[in-house]
């Protein structure tokens, strides 16, 4: 999982980051917050994996929504790829995977947030449903921050 995290934020994120906080990512470290989150979730998350035969190739990660914008509202926190196995169609089954289950966790309504130049991961969202609501916030755990936008949508169960 570190390693796809990785890989998956050096593809997106050059130009973005700084080259010198993406090329100083650390696997293990990432692999040890990785095992601590798994094996020890924050109430009501759930990790999600995405498989290619035996192997590993996404995640996603979804739960309570941490700004609470509305009642009832669940979050995407997280969804990569391997950039190897992007525009294949993996990558939306991960993500219905993830709306399905934050609908079976009791959510009517979802929110992510996502770099605001990001417009590859914009129009994936998009084309699901999930649209610019204007919240907006600056990930200051980066330097420079991070501008994001929250992207959100009304779930439904499948008839």
């Known amino acids: ?8 934020w050096r593809a997106a994120y050059r130009g973005v980051m700084s080259d010198e906080y993406l090329d100083g990512l650390d696997s293990p470290r990432y692999a040890d917050n990785w095992r601590r989150n798994i094996l020890n979730p924050s109430e009501g998350t759930v990790h999600l994996v995405a498989q290619a035969g035996d192997e590993v190739v996404g995640f996603a990660v979804v ?8 009642p009832g509202t669940g979050q995407v926190y997280a969804i990569n790829l391997h950039p190897d196995w992007w525009a294949n169609g993996i990558g939306s089954v991960l993500f219905a995977a993830a709306e399905e289950t934050l609908i079976s966790l009791g959510y009517d309504r979802a929110c992510l947030w996502v770099e605001a130049t990001n417009e590859r991961a914009i129009t994936f969202y998009t084309k699901r449903g999930w649209l610019d609501d204007g919240g907006t916030m600056q990930d200051t755990r980066f330097d420079p ?8 949508r009304q779930l439904s169960r499948a008839e």
Do not use: C, F, L, Q
Not at 1 to 8: G, P, V
Not at 63 to 70: F, I, L, Q, S, Y
């Open 1 to 8: 999982m570190a390693a796809i995290h990785i890989a998956a």
């Open 145 to 152: 921050p991070v501008a994001e936008r929250r992207h959100s």
């Open 63 to 70: 739960g309570p929504a941490t700004d609470n914008p509305e």
